[in-house]
């Protein structure tokens, strides 16, 4: 395994296999374990300071989600971004946002269009300074906001579950051809129609706001061949 180069300090509090999970999972999606690394399990116990037992249950979770593959009594890699993957998590997404936004928006709501359009402000800041990892980070608290307006919680955590590698995919979608600015320009009209009660809009700049990157699927296989599965890859 490349090193791991966040500090992890385990949380007593909590269960450590949800924690490796958790941690493991962020660094895959944030592209910072490139597929292919190999995840070693005694080198995983040494970083975490933990047993194979809770190291094995956040391995198995990550092949649950496509995030890796196990090849038992071998080695565990970061799995190259499952096109397929992310073509459902697409579209479980986009289905369940546009019936969101067409609740919130059903009558004029201007105090979630502000805090809406405050998380696009400090989303514009991050772009401002380069930092692209809490631009996306914002960008998850903005959609999680909208799940949240609707009482929704186990969805989103739902989501959330299935969108590793769609997440990866925009993740390096995300620097190229003024993707970032485009995401923020979509922010703002989601926004702004929740803000004055504009259901039919809302749903349009949802729509437009999600459809970029998977329209852009030949752009990255040119420039990233490396990092999406082959069409003939075996299915998980």
């Known amino acids: 395994m490349s090193a791991v180069d966040v500090p992890f300090r385990l949380d007593r509090a909590r269960n450590a296999t949800v924690q490796v999970f958790e941690q493991l999972r962020a660094q895959i999606v944030g592209l910072a374990l490139k597929p292919g690394t190999v995840l070693a399990r005694p080198a995983l116990c040494e970083y975490f300071r933990l047993s194979q037992s809770p190291i094995r249950e956040a391995l198995l979770r990550l092949e649950e989600e496509r995030l890796v593959d196990i090849y038992p009594q071998h080695q565990t890699r970061v799995r190259a971004i499952d096109l397929a993957a992310a073509r459902q998590a697409h579209f479980f997404r986009l289905s369940v946002e546009l019936e969101i936004v067409w609740v919130l928006a059903r009558e004029p709501r201007p105090e979630l269009g502000k805090q809406l359009l405050d998380l696009a402000a400090r989303q514009r800041?991050?772009?401002?300074?380069?930092?692209?990892?809490?631009?996306?980070?914002?960008?998850?608290?903005?959609?999680?906001?909208?799940?949240?307006?609707?009482?929704?919680?186990?969805?989103?955590?739902?989501?959330?579950?299935?969108?590793?590698?769609?997440?990866?995919?925009?993740?390096?979608?995300?620097?190229?051809?003024?993707?970032?600015?485009?995401?923020?320009?979509?922010?703002?009209?989601?926004?702004?129609?929740?803000?004055?009660?504009?259901?039919?809009?809302?749903?349009?700049?949802?729509?437009?706001?999600?459809?970029?990157?998977?329209?852009?699927?030949?752009?990255?296989?040119?420039?990233?061949?490396?990092?999406?599965?082959p069409p003939d890859y075996p299915p998980a």
């Open 125 to 229: 800041g991050c772009l401002a300074a380069g930092d692209l990892e809490q631009f996306t980070r914002i960008d998850m608290d903005f959609h999680k906001c909208m799940y949240d307006a609707s009482e929704l919680p186990d969805l989103w955590a739902m989501m959330r579950s299935c969108s590793g590698n769609l997440d990866r995919l925009r993740r390096l979608h995300l620097p190229l051809n003024g993707k970032a600015l485009s995401i923020l320009q979509q922010h703002g009209r989601i926004a702004r129609c929740v803000a004055r009660g504009d259901a039919a809009g809302a749903q349009r700049a949802v729509r437009n706001h999600l459809a970029g990157t998977l329209q852009a699927l030949d752009v990255l296989r040119e420039r990233f061949p490396d990092m999406l599965l």
